[in-house]
């Protein structure tokens, strides 16, 4: 029987793990550094409060990929809404920016006069970095109350002119009409069950011998080759959903990434949040990006409220940078993997992907395997690298403001 290893039981190793099952034939195995599989997407408790290491609730435009999660652990549908908090005018604003919002908003006559000579002149078509898509855009009053500061402090740069990877082509005024709910033109859901997504994370790895508190000691990439507890293990398939710098022992130098602090609070009331909100940002100077009310997802009966505050920090990897430099150095590391070994998931792939599109990831990867070879190791580029961006995709047809940007997809 062939051996295949996967580094890694966070969302995209379970996928995986479960891909490659569904092909049969395989002995695999998976290796996870943490206690429990699920990665950043495993349910913890907090008096008594189900919750996630950030809201991680199921985002598609894509009706198959939620109906093979949700044949798993069945999901309910939500309806809700963005708001930013913006401290200069003490007020919430819906994000993605809402038209509606602008009437409301103290200094809406520059404003107004700011985005009439944006459309005139339509900038953003040139622009080269997300300041500029933005200020060209939307004008500078605007950018600076909604996007400038949560951007920057969402991706630690000291000015969004250093992000110039754009997953998009822009396609005019970044400002929604319509409906104030996020997501409303695709899937927004979340597992019924208390423990969320843990179900996946077992029935994805039935069949699969997983190694917990785990970790590879050393590579030898090139021979498809690793240590684990001393012994030198041979594979016929490698599956890395970690940062791929390491496989290759940091050659190119050390990938960037953002990461996050997380804090529980629980409140004493039923709900904190108004109806359907569930997220809110800050665009100031808070040192918090996110604040999540996990009961608007999970449901749990409960008098009490557990809210989720996300500090943006450099303790761990959870954010590729979308900077041309640093993804042409992902790709360094990349273009040196031998055949069959494969890089997915977010920081296997070094991309700011969600849920979903690692699960299209893992199909990817095993109908490639299935047909006997890889176009490229990252699933979803093709061969030359300019198949469509999944993420793209998804944000334009949601009518979100593209995932690249740091602002409200996730
Ligand atoms: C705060 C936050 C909120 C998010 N919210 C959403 C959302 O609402 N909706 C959505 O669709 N997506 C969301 N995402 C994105 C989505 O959750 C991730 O893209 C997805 O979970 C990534 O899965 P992964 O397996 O690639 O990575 P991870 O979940 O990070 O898993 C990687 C795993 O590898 C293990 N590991 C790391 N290094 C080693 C090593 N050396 N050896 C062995 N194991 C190792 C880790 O312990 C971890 O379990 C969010 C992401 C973040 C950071």
Known sequence: MKKALIIGGGFAGC????QIQLIGGWDVTLVER???LGGGVKTHWRGGHPFT???????TPMEELFDYLNAIVPMRKLDHEFITYVEQDRNYYTFPIHKDDIPRMPDREQIEK?????QQLKGW???????EYWLSSIGKSLYGKMVDGYSRKMWQVESNAMLDDFGWSPKGVAIKEGPREGWDTAISAYPLAPDGYDHYFDVATAGTTVKLKTEIEAFDIQNKRVQIAGEWHSYDLIVNTV???MLLNYAYGELPYVGREFMTIILPTEYAFPDKVYFTYYAGDEPYTRIVEYKKFTQHQSPSTLIGIEIPSHKNKLYPMPIKKEIARAYQYFDDLPDGVVSMGRAGSYKYIDIDDIIWQAMKMAEELKGGGFSHPVPVYGADQSAP?????KMVEANIVPGGSGTASE
């Open 125 to 131: 078509t040139a622009a080269k970095n997300f300041e």
């Open 53 to 59: 290491f950030g809201p991680r609730h199921f985002l």
């Open 34 to 36: 943490a206690p429990f």
């Open 15 to 18: 996928a995986a793990a479960h």
């Open 114 to 118: 700011e985005i009439a000579e944006a």
């Open 243 to 245: 940062s791929p710098d």
């Open 389 to 393: 961006n999944l993420l793209t995709q």
